[in-house]
């Protein structure tokens, strides 16, 4: 015989239900009901403990201990079940609610277990309440829905990360990592990881991209208009065969400087302002100064360099935000014109022809509520259309409220970890029509590597204990105190091997 864990009281809908216990359960764990002829699939959302006697309007402590004397103790355990389906209807929700009094009892771990696919998963970890039983996520769901992993600074975010990348290889996946911290370049179980270094060739950006790099103002207009036409003379010519394409900004100084001292004309509407001319000039070097280790005049297409099986490294650690804004809207939007062209069966357009998953580590950076970048455009275009084109996306984020609402909406997948700010959880649960409530409380008393797992990809909500990643402890914070001892005991010692010197050379100490 099962343990009961509790019985319904009061009213009751088809989707939740309240029920009185003695003993205490847990939230997220899963119960069973059965009546009607059904045998209905719950979580246990809420839990609170009340007493009859000891009430809210006794002021008196001296009262309370009276009372615990003479009552002993008459604690009860009130909690709060949302139904998740009928389990002999496919997880449909019953049309009838249960009858006040139906026994509640634990879902039993042959039925969870069918629940969480073995075919084509992911798995992440283990039930908080119940850890024999596995959590695996259909993994095709996760990547044509897109997934966002949320939670505060050393919630155990890259951990889950590291995860879904094995999760991944070990279907000789193709996961392209923008790797804003340079930590994840580690050892995988089911695959190995191929940095890339971040650079690419001005012949393959588009204007929006390499004005961004010249930091040409928003405002200034005349800048503008004679970069712009720069640009566009030298990528004619490069197409024309004209000039070789690695004299790209070379060529696009030459052009300046011609209408600068009036060799050449401009052709637009010459508004003849040669300060401006030289401006644009000095920006372009500036640029070129800037950006020299990401721009490279002799590299191929960064999309070329992708390896499927593996984890693609793109190591953004040490280019600043408006380099890394531009290397993730430069890599999505020749991913997107790739597959297009894949899928469409252009011959030999294509440069890849497989699907491809792009992790974004600090996704409120690159796709910002706020502001319009251009990373930002090509993360909503792919959010709203990679699943027609076999692009995944995973958005990363310790800041949920100030990432781009639409495209986190498009994130159907949510893995959640501890997330206090009431703000940000705000955020989330608007994104979310899965997050209830009663989940959404629980976020801030989750633990380390503990998240809230929704969506498509999971047919029932499920709180998990992601798996501990084997090959490297994430964002562990620096041991200050004991850095700091390390380095006075060098110096102490340094400072001893140079008296010893002196002394030996006949001197004073
Ligand atoms: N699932 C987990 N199980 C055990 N420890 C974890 C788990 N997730 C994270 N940690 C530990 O917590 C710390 C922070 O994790 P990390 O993934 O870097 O957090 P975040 O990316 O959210 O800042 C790391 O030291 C890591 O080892
Ligand atoms: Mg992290």
Same mark, same amino acid.
């Given at each position: ?47 609170? &403990? *009340?007493? #009859?006697? +000891?009430?809210? /309007?006794?002021? =008196?402590?001296?009262? %309370? ?6 009552? @002993?103790?008459?604690?009860?355990? &009130? *909690?709060? #079940?949302? +139904?998740?389906? /009928?389990?002999? =209807?496919?997880?449909? %929700? ?6 006040? @009094? ?408």
């Amino acid at each position: 015989m099962k343990k009961v864990i509790g019985s319904c009281i009061g009213e009751t809908s088809p989707i939740k239900v309240s029920f009185i216990s003695k003993e205490m359960p847990q939230v997220g764990e899963y119960v069973s009901l059965t009546y009607d002829g059904k045998n209905v699939l719950g979580m246990i959302e809420s839990l609170v &403990r *009340g007493s #009859v006697s +000891i009430t809210e /309007d006794i002021f =008196d402590p001296k009262t %309370i201990q009276k009372i615990r004397e003479i009552e @002993g103790d008459d604690h009860y355990i &009130r *909690g709060g #079940v949302r +139904i998740l389906g /009928d389990l002999q =209807d496919n997880l449909r %929700i019953p049309r009838t609610p249960a009858p006040p @009094g139906t026994e509640v009892l634990p879902a039993s771990k042959s039925d969870l277990e069918e629940i969480f696919p073995l075919e084509k998963s992911l798995k992440l970890g283990s039930l908080i309440s119940q850890d024999q039983v596995e959590v695996r996520v259909d993994l095709e769901k996760m990547f044509s829905r897109h997934l966002a992993i949320l939670a505060m600074t050393g919630a155990g975010k890259s951990n889950t990360v590291a995860i879904v990348i094995d999760g991944i290889l070990k279907y000789h996946g193709c996961v392209v990592i923008f790797d804003m911290h340079s930590e994840y370049d580690i050892n995988y179980q089911n695959g190995s990881s191929k940095v890339i270094r971040p650079e690419i060739n001005p012949k393959y950006m588009s204007f929006v991209e390499i004005k961004r790099l010249s930091r040409i103002d928003a405002k200034a207009y005349i800048q503008e208009r004679y970069f712009a036409e720069a640009y566009r003379l030298v990528q004619e010519e490069i197409r024309n065969g004209d000039i070789n394409p690695y004299d790209f900004i070379q060529s696009m100084r030459k052009i300046l400087e011609g209408w600068s001292s009036g060799e050449t004309k401009f052709q637009g509407q010459d508004v003849s302002k040669e300060k401006q001319i030289v401006d644009v000039i000095n920006k372009l070097e500036d640029m070129k100064r800037r950006y020299s280790s990401i721009i490279n005049l002799a590299a191929g297409k960064i999309l070329t360099k992708l390896e499927l099986g593996k984890a693609n490294i793109i190591d953004l650690g040490s280019v600043d935000e408006s380099a890394a804004e531009v290397i993730v809207s430069h890599v999505l939007r020749h991913a997107l014109e790739n597959n297009k062209k894949w899928l469409r069966k252009d011959e030999g357009q294509a440069n890849l022809n497989y699907p491809i998953f792009f992790v974004l580590e600090e996704a409120h950076l690159l796709a910002p509520k706020t502001r319009n970048t251009e990373a930002k455009f090509w993360i909503s275009r792919i959010a709203r259309e990679g699943r027609k084109f076999g692009l995944g996306l995973c958005l990363v984020s310790q800041s949920p409220k100030s990432l781009d609402p639409d495209s986190l909406s498009q994130a159907n997948n949510m893995i959640i970890l501890r997330l206090v700010e009431p703000q940000d959880q705000r955020h989330v649960q608007s994104a979310s029509e899965n997050l209830s409530d009663d989940l959404l409380k629980q976020l801030p008393s989750l633990n380390i590597g503990e998240a809230v797992v929704l969506g498509l990809m999971t047919k029932i909500p499920a709180l998990v204990k992601i798996d501990e990643h084997k090959n490297k402890e994430f964002g562990q914070d620096l041991a200050v105190i004991d850095l700091w001892k390390k380095s006075s005991q060098e110096k102490k010692e340094l400072i001893q091997k140079q008296r010893n010197e002196i002394r030996n050379l006949g001197g004073d100490y």
